[in-house]
């Protein structure tokens, strides 16, 4: 395997210190210049630190005005370190310079709505080099004529655009869940069943988007920017049964993020937050009645050479590591699979560094660095 990657971080950020270290929630981390920019939820904020992991300032604080945050949804740094900031409960974006100066704001128009079977609004995703963005819209199939179970597919619609313009381009349109929608006795509304046959992922290189496909083949699409097909990359691998303890962990972790994104937006569409939690819970013990489907990837990052890495769905939910399988770009072939250290979850990898979140056993989060040594094949 090419890959090392060192089971001793250089950098660690949140493990002490006051509170400009306690972390909670932590976002995207980025390295600049002059060290790393981290973004969190909890506080709402964006924080500066040196190369050391020490801090130096706040980028913009929670509010509405200009230059604050009602939710820091994603961040990038660009040429010149400009701090690009995307806030989708205020739906803008926003533009720092290193030392923390207001640049400018951009509203983003999201559109869609949430009625249920209707489009839903885009969120960003993506940054491309040449200054727009990538943005997702999901799409739910609409509600069947008949109160009998009826499988169909939702989808994942993807978008180049300008934020503040009218320009936008489609770029593709993937398959995302097998659905059913069931009316139950005694509701006024049904429960929609929903199984990830293959969960999809992005991640943009320059100006390439890169998928990770659906099907019993482990699938890799490159698309340009421009929404012309460039290459499709396949592997056969031994399908992956939905076992119940993958099951739970991922109600788990869908519930999280669930109560995560509903603190983040002020829970903009008025749910009743325990009983969209009791449905969903329903809706993971009801999948029964649906085919035992494959499901091949949790996550994908592409490192800054191109190359993509894949999380592996956990056999074990209790291992402390991940497995991630390693595609290299240059020679197009997948190459074998990469151990994360444990309790760690990639953010952002470099050519010669990984960045991300370790959680110890209280559920703390730090930020850690960990080197990557590379021997060429």
Partial sequence: MPWRISPTPTVVIGESGGVEYA??????????????????????????????????????????????????????????????????????????????????????????????????????????????????????PPFPTTSDPELTTSSKRYFREVPGSIRRDTITQVADWDVAYEIEPGFPIGTWVAVPFSPTASEVVDDTVLY??????????????RGEFMARFRKDHEVVPITDEVW?????????????????????????????LAAMRRTFREKKRLPNLPVHGRRMKADSDG???????????????????????????????????????????????V???????LDVQSVRVYPVSYTHL
Avoid at 108 to 135: K, N, Q, T, W
Avoid at 355 to 361: A, M, P
Wanted: charged fraction near 25%.
């Fill in 307 to 353: 190359n993509v890495w894949i999380e592996a769905w956990p056999d074990d939910l209790n291992r402390p590591s991940s497995t991630w399988h390693l595609f290299l770009a240059e020679s197009e072939r997948f190459v074998g699979t990469v151990e994360m250290p444990p309790r760690f979850r990639p953010v952002t990898i470099y050519s010669d560094v």
């Fill in 248 to 276: 739970a962990g991922e109600l788990e972790r869908r519930e999280e993020n669930f109560l995560a994104r509903m603190e983040s937006t002020g829970n903009r569409q008025g749910l009743n937050v325990q009983n969209e």
């Fill in 23 to 140: 972390l909670a929630r932590v976002g995207k981390v980025s390295r600049f210049s002059e060290g790393y920019i981290v973004s969190t939820g909890l506080p709402i904020g964006i924080r500066v630190y040196d190369k050391e992991g020490r801090f130096q300032r706040w980028l913009g604080r929670e509010g509405e005005g200009p230059g604050e945050f009602r939710a820091v949804s994603g961040t990038w740094v660009t040429e010149g370190d400009t701090v690009v900031a995307y806030d989708s409960f205020l739906r803008r974006i926003t533009y720092f310079d290193p030392r923390g100066d207001l640049l400018q704001t951009v509203p983003f128009h999201a559109g869609g709505s949430f009625v249920a079977g209707e489009e839903r609004p885009r969120i960003i995703v993506g940054r491309f080099s040449d200054g727009s963005f990538l943005s997702l819209q999901r799409i739910y």
């Fill in 355 to 361: 960045v991300g979140i370790h959680t110890d056993e």
């Fill in 212 to 225: 990770v496909a659906e099907g019993r083949r482990f699938e890799l699409d490159a698309w340009s920017f």
